[in-house]
């Protein structure tokens, strides 16, 4: 499976950007897509996740980050409004995912899309 991710860029504080990202390969189906983000210095941590018709946010991120999933498209978007200077990181796609070829499922991570916000 291949993460394709775009829309990061830089904005000032209290602005929005929505990246997207869209899976392909010989997918089978995709329990689970998200994003997960890592500031510099800084852990790798929960943006927010779906699942079948669910999702799940960092505490810190409820009502400023939506997420939204196409699963005919196999894409998940992420609209970020009231950005701050502290969310700035890179932004990682994420999906859980069976292949046609095998019955188990894997994780896939996309190759990051960096998010700047200035104060």
């Known amino acids: 499976v291949q993460l394709q991710a775009s829309g990061g860029g830089l904005v000032q504080a209290g602005g929005s950007l929505r990246p997207s990202c869209a899976a392909s390969g010989s997918i089978f189906s995709i329990n689970v897509m998200g994003w997960y983000r890592q500031a510099p210095g800084k852990q790798h941590e929960l943006v927010a996740v779906t699942s079948g018709g669910s999702t799940r946010y960092a505490d810190s991120l409820k009502g400023r980050f939506t997420i939204s999933r196409d699963n005919a498209k196999n894409t998940v978007d992420l609209q970020m409004n009231s950005l701050k200077p502290e969310d700035t990181a890179v932004y990682y796609c994420?999906?859980?995912?069976?292949?046609?070829?095998?019955?188990?499922?894997?994780?896939?991570w996309g190759q990051g899309t960096l998010v700047t916000v200035s104060s």
């Open positions: 994420y999906c859980n995912a069976r292949l046609r070829s095998t019955t188990y499922t894997y994780a896939y």
